[in-house]
Each structure stands twice: as C-alpha cells, then as structure tokens.
C-alpha cells in the first residue's frame, strides 16, 4: 500500500520569498516520486520527478524538490516565488511497477499556493 | 500541439442519463488512464489501459465503463448518471506508466442534476 500525505492545504507567500510545499509518502516499494501543478481551469502540468537517480531534483520554473529516504519527505522549494506560480500543487507517488495491470498513482489532496503582491 | 484532448469541457445530465466522455492522444502512449477530482480528495483513479485491449479497473471504477479499441482513444462512459458522479474528470497518457510521468487533458467538468 501506498500513500501521499500533504501537510498543507494552503500556503500564502509573498512575492520573491522563497516556497516551501511539504509532502511525505509511504509506500512498500521504492517508489517514484512527482510533482504535479494545476492552474485554475487547467488539467495537470509535470514539474519534476524522482526515479531512483539524484536525490535533488530539479523541475520546470525554477523549481526544486529534495528526495528524503530517512524523512520519507519529497518537499518542494523555489526560492522566489512569481505571481504566476498561484495555483495548486500535488505530490504523486507511483510505486513503479510496469507489469501490466499493477502500476498505480497515488495523489495528495492538494496544496492551493497564493502569491500576496 | 501533441497532447491529449478531452471533449466535452462541460456537461450537464440528468440522474438517469448515460453519456461517454472522449479522450484522444497522439503521442502513441501505451498508458491511459482517468481520474476523478473532488474537493478535499485529490485525484481518483477510475480505470486504466495498458494497451489496446487492455483494460483494468482503478479505485473508484463502479458506475463507468472503458474501452480501448486503439492507442489512440480511450472513453469513458456513465451507464446511468448519479449525482454522486458530480466531480472534474481527467484524462492521462504515458509512455510507460508512472516512472515517465503523464500527460493529462484540461478535464471535463460533469455536473449531474
């Protein structure tokens, strides 16, 4: 079994200050690790993931997300927020199984990210 | 643009009513699957595709049935709309499942009266 856990459903920063979204996970296998971001009315854009490589992962808009086996964290950071990062986040767990049948995302509820002007 | 297309946006049903919802991908991705997404729950999965012909069923799969006839397409259809079946549906592609990452539609918002 597998799951996502995001410990904040809302976060605000002010423009320029750095981001911080917390995830932790658990899951059986060793699993792959995403993060996902939705603009209103959008469907789901890839930010970056995790497969077993670097621990340190950097994604798309100058986002970066750090792979914690101990911690069993895959929190995501950017160190000046932009207005147009308002939107909502989520962490995905895949347990990465691609024999037919088995493989299986996971999502977190979301966390809605508001950037103050 | 390459990418998966979803079609109807919006619609509204009647409890009772069956519809499909359309889903189309051209990158030749063996994976596709749909999500529901309700407030507070993130996304669901609702069933999968590994392949033409190849179906399976996620977490939520009672009340929709699939199909996959081709790489391409992979519909989604309500046998007898119920209110409960209100929510945002995603469609996602991928080249080989999670560990690449998927490609979603921009949704399909059903509300069902």
């Known amino acids: 079994a597998q799951s996502v856990t995001q410990l904040d459903s809302h976060v605000s920063v002010s423009e320029g200050t750095p981001v911080l979204l917390r995830c932790n996970y658990s899951?059986?296998?060793?699993?792959?690790l995403f993060w996902y971001v939705q603009h209103p009315n959008k469907g789901l854009q890839l930010l970056l993931k995790y497969t077993s490589a670097a621990t340190l992962v950097k994604g798309i808009n100058g986002f970066e997300a750090e792979f914690k086996k101990s911690e069993t964290s895959f929190h995501l950071t950017k160190p000046s927020a932009h207005m147009s990062d308002a939107a909502e986040y989520f962490c995905v767990v895949s347990d990465g199984i691609s024999n037919f049948g088995n493989e299986k995302l996971t999502f977190g509820t979301g966390t809605r990210l508001t950037i103050i002007p | 643009n390459a990418g998966v297309t979803q079609t109807p946006k919006f619609q509204v049903l009647k409890t009772g009513q069956s519809m499909t919802l359309q889903c189309a991908q051209d990158?030749?991705?063996?994976?596709m699957s749909w999500y529901r997404q309700d407030p507070g729950m993130g996304l669901r999965l609702i069933h999968y595709?590994?392949?033409?012909?190849?179906?399976d069923q996620g977490e939520v799969p009672n009340g929709y049935n699939v199909s996959r006839s081709t790489t391409e397409d992979f519909p989604l259809r309500l046998l007898s709309a119920a209110p409960s079946q209100t929510s945002v549906y995603f469609c996602?592609?991928?080249?080989?499942?999670?560990?690449?990452?998927?490609?979603f539609g921009s949704g399909t918002r059903l509300t069902v009266v």
């Open positions: 899951s059986s296998y060793s699993p792959s």
């Open positions: 595709s590994v392949g033409a012909g190849i179906t």
């Open positions: 990158m030749n991705h063996e994976y």
């Open positions: 996602a592609s991928s080249y080989g499942g999670g560990v690449y990452g998927y490609t």
